[in-house]
């Protein structure tokens, strides 16, 4: 079972505790307890082998494809954690009968995991004690320790450690055995290779041993085999003795840029043997100093509820998001899965944009700017996906690894059992409103930092060339004068093949009228950027001209006498089906149809137009808003992790807190539930980006509205306040939020506007507001 409440004091509601050892649902604790620093994240497997143990070690960007319909994916590099260990001559692994006071926690707040249990062999019982963590401060090394003691006799031990490079994505190999050696007798190197790709990994282990207290400074036997570099150690220890053995794991790579290289990957050993001197305990204080640093000083939101588990809840979320995010390279993204595991093949998904980079853009806009520089860098890759398909400007990839690739959705998903043919995914062909998605991401950051230089440089590219995209991609028709959007997918993925969703129609007019309005900007104001932009993207007065006349023509759905907004030209008419059998079980209507079949149901998968009232709420009236969710709500199972963060904002919105608030317990408990399956191939990323939403834009109310920050709370009954920091126009602001009033404190240097339940207020430095 997975506990969350075994924390007191200073780790309240930051402990997650498995306190039972299920071989057979290893995956559940793998994934929710990852470790990671956004450069790399290991997952939390067991030290020892089991058939269903998945170690999975991923370093951020570094994507290979395999060969034939074999996908662009992030490789699954050498496993460093794991170790074979022998007592008595007998190969140690758990199972149910022969463990007892079995403990794994991961603290949050340090970022360290802990595994404890005592171990009966046939005539021994053994205390292991487990911890490990991957470096906040250095984002290159992780390091682990393992203190074995014997209770009731003496006992003899072997330790088999080292780096183990046979490890695949699921049977894929993407690695070149390039290189294995020993340094200095102590020190193990592998290099290894993607085979596509070319990128060169550098990996080093060393190990520290401790035989109560003092260290033990006897040479290991190298091991040398295909694959792998060990070193193995002999001990025989009397009973009541503690054996430790303490492991130091560095990892670089050839694409490291210049912020986290090292000057001689083939040497990086040596940089290895200074940093272990230090020690465990020293290099751990170290990490939890600077995750503290970047993550909970700075970032941490406090929720006063009543029920405990939502500060743990959102604490979880806001530690994965800082595992998951690579902050230290403009080229690298979040994926689907952040870094815990092999789902989605580390690809990122318009689930950046729409439901990840809100936290960083109110929070950490270095970041957002970061990932947002990202798609900046995959222009060309747009471009070139625009011109394969007949278009113009830049038509963004649906899943994205490398930014120069462009699209890397697979053509190709699963066979079919009795047929043996290969499924076609349509996402990447169809499933276009990614282009303005990302255009959003830029206006949102614009709108709340005031980054001007980011706009020169990068924000009106990026808008300019999405513009021109969809100002070609609108078609005519013969039955009214107007332009459409035909044969996509919008974000309910149920519906295939339709035509006018309301989602991508009214984004792409948005992208282009929006796209003018900068363009007239940079014209008349900063004649530098026009002259730039118009020299290397082509844009013209006559481009823009058609750009808005065609903008004007899109067919936008507006609310009927009902005040319902058509999703589509057809949802409203499509077959309904008794869905009661497939509510709370996630995919179950998979069971029982194929998707050609579903998406002639009246059925969603996930928010549609729900989401369009997410990004623009302020168009519409909260009559509307009431009138399409109550429609559409019933008709959607919640299959995507995406969904219930969306509803529950929209739900506090209309004030139906009630239901706003079962909604956020069931995002909070996708991974963190008890369904022991829920995440073995990752953690729902974009869900704790929704997590955040939920308390941020939806309890505590912060809204942009254009470019004005408004603040609207409307608090549940379970919860009593809410405090937390951003960063709003390069100014740092706190704001707590309480059941009737709302205090604003700008902790920075310059004064800012907002607006309070309507009102506008200005805040100076070190000024509190209470409305």
């Not at 080229?331 to 998904?349: D, P, Q, T, V």
């Not at 808003?625 to 299959?639: G, T, W």
């Not at 834009?697 to 809204?703: E, H, I, Y």
Request: net charge negative; hydrophobic share 35%; with cysteine.
């Amino acid at each position: 079972m997975i506990l969350y409440n075994k924390g007191t004091g200073e780790y309240q509601n930051f402990l997650i505790t498995e306190d039972c050892f299920d071989e057979y649902n290893l995956g559940k604790t793998e994934t929710i307890m990852c470790q990671g620093n956004g450069y790399m994240c290991i997952r939390g497997a067991a030290e020892e082998n089991y058939p269903k143990k998945t170690a999975n070690t991923f370093i951020a960007g570094t994507f290979n494809k395999g060969p034939g319909y074999e996908p662009t994916e992030l490789p699954n590099t050498a496993d460093t954690f794991s170790m074979e260990i022998i007592i008595d001559g007998k190969r140690f692994f758990l199972t149910e009968d022969n463990v007892m006071d079995y403990d794994k926690t991961l603290n949050l707040k340090t970022g360290e995991l802990t595994r404890t249990f005592k171990y009966q062999t046939k005539d021994n019982l053994i205390s292991f004690e487990f911890t490990r963590f991957v470096s906040a401060d250095n984002l290159h090394l992780a390091a682990q320790r393992v203190k074995i003691t014997p209770l009731n006799k003496d006992a003899q031990i072997v330790i088999i450690s080292g780096i183990d490079s046979k490890t695949t994505n699921s049977g894929e190999a993407h690695f070149i055995d390039d290189t294995r050696r020993f340094f200095e007798k102590r020190f193990i190197f592998t290099k290894l290779t993607t085979t596509q790709s070319k990128i060169d990994f550098f990996i080093n282990a060393a190990h520290r041993i401790f035989l109560d207290d003092v260290e033990d400074h006897t040479l290991p036997q190298p091991l040398m085999n295909r694959r792998e570099a060990f070193q193995k150690y002999s001990f025989d220890i009397s009973v009541g003795s503690t054996l430790t053995i303490e492991k130091y794991i560095t990892y670089y790579t050839s694409i490291d840029n210049k912020n986290v290289a090292c000057e001689d990957n083939e040497k990086s050993y040596l940089i290895l043997k200074d940093i272990m001197e230090e020690g465990y305990e020293a290099l751990l204080k170290e990490s939890m100093a600077a995750l503290d640093t970047k993550l909970w000083s700075r970032d941490a939101i406090t929720i006063r509820s009543k029920n405990e588990f939502d500060q743990l809840a959102i604490n979880y979320a806001m530690y994965h998001l800082f595992a998951m995010t690579p902050a230290h390279d403009p080229r690298m993204n979040i994926g689907a899965k952040g870094l815990s595991g092999e789902g989605y093949k580390g690809h990122a998904f318009w689930d950046t944009e729409v439901f990840l980079l809100p936290r960083y853009i109110v929070q950490n806009p270095e970041v957002a700017k970061s990932l947002i520089e990202y798609r900046y860098h995959g222009l060309e890759g747009a471009r070139k996906k625009a011109k394969e398909n007949g278009f113009e400007g830049a038509m963004f990839p649906w899943e994205a690894a490398n930014p120069e690739d462009g699209e890397v959705t697979p053509i190709y998903g699963g066979m079919d059992v009795y047929t043996g043919e290969r499924e076609r995914i349509k996402t990447g062909f169809i499933e276009i409103h990614i282009t303005s998605d990302v255009a959003f991401g830029v206006y949102s950051y614009f709108n709340f930092t005031g980054d001007q230089e980011f706009m020169d440089n990068y924000g009106y590219e990026i808008l300019l060339e999405t513009a021109s995209f969809w100002s070609s991609r609108l078609e005519t028709s013969k039955e009214d004068d107007l332009l459409h959007i035909t044969n996509v997918i919008g974000p309910d993925e149920y519906t295939e093949h339709i035509d006018d969703n309301a989602y991508t129609n009214y984004l792409a007019k948005w992208n282009m009228d929006y796209a003018v309005k900068c363009y007239n900007d940079i014209k008349a104001n900063r004649p530098e950027v026009y002259a730039r932009l118009a020299k290397k993207i082509g844009i013209t007065d006559e481009m823009m001209a058609t750009i808005a006349e065609r903008a004007s023509k899109v067919y936008i759905p507006v609310p009927g006498e009902d005040l319902i907004i058509d999703q589509d030209t057809t949802y409203r008419a499509l077959e309904e089906i008794d869905l009661t059998k497939y509510r709370n079980n996630v995919m179950g209507i998979l069971k029982d149809y194929n998707l050609d079949q579903i998406s002639k149901f009246k059925v969603s998968k996930q928010a549609d137009i729900m989401v369009l009232f997410l990004l623009f709420g302020e168009n519409w009236s909260n009559e509307i808003k009431a009138a399409n969710f109550n429609y559409y709500e019933p008709y959607c199972l919640h299959d995507s992790s995406l969904s219930f963060s969306t509803y529950c904002i929209l739900a506090n919105d209309i004030g139906n807190t009630t239901y706003s608030y079962e909604l956020f317990k069931k995002a909070t408990t996708i991974d963190l539930g008890q369904d022991m399956k829920s995440c073995d191939a990752g953690v729902h990323a974009a869900s704790y980006g929704g997590i955040w939403q939920c308390v941020i834009n939806g309890f505590a109310g912060l809204r942009m509205i254009g470019t004005d920050l408004h603040f609207n709370p409307r608090l549940p009954e379970e919860i009593q306040g809410i405090t937390f920091n951003m960063i709003y126009k390069g100014q740092t602001l706190k704001a707590k939020i309480e059941k009737e009033e709302i205090t604003l404190t700008n902790l920075g240097e310059e004064t800012v506007t907002v607006f309070v339940k309507g009102e506008e207020v200005t805040l100076q430095n070190g000024l509190n507001i209470t409305r």
